[in-house]
């Protein structure tokens, strides 16, 4: 039997989604805690993953399981096992050709970005921070070059093992709440730390550093080395993931503003 869950997560004291040798991921945590439930050791796949310090509201993984469980067993069975920073939201059976990453059709991130003077205190490991006044207008324009379908090697971290640089964004936005500036990003697929790297950029354009036709040199340049350096995790939020209705899964819910 194949079970999909929907899983959140404060990133904050952990070293990421990906199981590690040293332990302390996300996947550590939620595979020994579905173990418990099944009575056997249980792998999960995930439909993105993420780095150290970074949130999840929508995760989607999926798992195989010999064992008959109730749904409500893989929700509030398993949060009974897991850390206060990890939950699952829901659980659904779903077809065995379903997968959590390669049936993605796109996956969105939201990167929360306090723009004031002073550091944030309450909403540390929440939000990034930059200290001076950004000019949202000029991100906002050198966001939507983004739009469409490239070749994101600028963006791409060295360390990236995506088969492709080429990716397809759906929507590149940027707005002002108060102090908070909030980036939205939507596409098919992500590189290893693309959106932070695409939000160090777009600093740069807001603090005047460049004009938003950078943005586009920069893209088509194709070189991490021309670019800003990769931005804080504290601030990003893996926020959903879209399926085809096929699958019969949740909508992906709300993205939050404030966190």
Not at 64 to 82: E, F, I, Q, T
Not at 98 to 108: D, I, N, Q
Not at 174 to 197: C, S
Request: neutral net charge; aromatic residues 10%.
């Amino acid at each position: 039997m194949r079970i999909a869950l929907g899983v959140e997560y404060d990133g904050t004291t952990f070293a990421g989604w990906q199981s590690q040798t040293h332990g302390n991921t996300v996947q550590d945590a939620l595979e020994e805690a579905l173990g418990r439930i099944a009575a056997t050791p249980v792998r999960v796949a995930c439909a993105g993953r993420t780095d150290a310090g970074v949130h999840a509201l929508a995760q989607v993984v999926h798992f195989d399981v010999a064992v008959d469980r109730p749904d409500s067993a893989w929700v509030r069975g398993v949060n009974s096992y897991l850390p206060p920073q990890v939950a699952v939201r829901w659980a659904r059976p779903v077809a065995d050709d379903f997968h959590a990453r390669f049936c993605a059709l796109s996956r969105s991130y939201r990167y929360i970005l306090l723009n004031r003077p002073v550091r944030p205190a309450v909403q540390h490991g929440r939000v990034g921070w930059f200290h001076h006044t950004l000019d949202v207008d000029a991100m906002s324009e050198a966001a939507r070059l983004l739009l469409g379908e490239h070749d994101f090697s600028a963006f791409r971290a060295a360390e990236c093992q995506a088969k492709s640089p080429v990716k397809h964004c759906y929507r590149a936005d940027v707005a002002r709440d108060g102090e908070l500036v909030t980036f939205d990003f939507r596409a098919n697929a992500f590189l290893h730390h693309m959106v932070r790297n695409i939000v160090g950029a777009l600093v740069y354009v807001g603090k005047g550093n460049h004009s938003p036709q950078w943005m586009a040199e920069l893209l088509a340049s194709r070189d991490r080395a021309r670019g800003a350096p990769t931005f804080d995790p504290a601030g990003l939020y893996f926020a959903s993931v879209e399926y085809a209705p096929e699958w019969g899964l949740p909508p992906p819910g709300g993205i939050i503003i404030r966190p």
